[in-house]
Nanobody, 127 residues
Framework: QVQLVESGGGLVQAGGSLRLSCAAS????????MGWFRQAPGKEREFVAA????????YYADSVKGRFTISRDNAKNTVYLQMNSLKPEDTAVFYC????????????????????WGQGTQVTVSS
């Protein structure tokens, strides 16, 4: 099993920045990729960004390209999501996820690709 713990959420004004962190523990050696998803009230959970740990490939949702950056610290088994130029429509609960399999263009944004999920952290962007 892999445990994921997110941190870094909060309230920020539009145009501001936040950095989310997700620390993995347990069988973290089985992780091939990690990603971030978000879920706004009344909406389905959607993909935000992902990073493969072997080759460092990154994937982003079109809505966050140029504003969000995913990165990782292998030594700490931690993945980060730097969020800049935040907009009110970014308000959501953000979830960290880990995949025990390679991800590619065919599956990086699918929920079923990821077996492990964190508890979520709230991000609220005020206008």
């Amino acid at each position: 099993q892999v445990q994921l713990v997110e941190s870094g959420g909060g309230l920020v004004q539009a145009g501001g920045s936040l950095r989310l962190s997700c620390a993995a523990s347990g069988r973290s050696f089985s992780i091939y990729a990690m990603g971030w998803f978000r879920q706004a009230p009344g909406k389905e959970r959607e993909f935000v960004a992902a990073n493969t740990w072997i080759n460092g490939n990154t994937y982003y949702a079109d809505s966050v390209k140029g504003r969000f950056t995913i990165s990782r610290d292998n030594a700490k088994n931690t993945v980060y999501l730097q969020m800049n130029s935040l907009k009110p429509e970014d308000t959501a609960v953000f979830y960290c996820a880990a995949a025990p399999r390679m991800i590619s263009r065919s599956n990086y944004n699918r929920l079923e690709t990821y077996d492990y999920w964190g508890q979520g952290t709230q991000v609220t962007v005020s206008s």
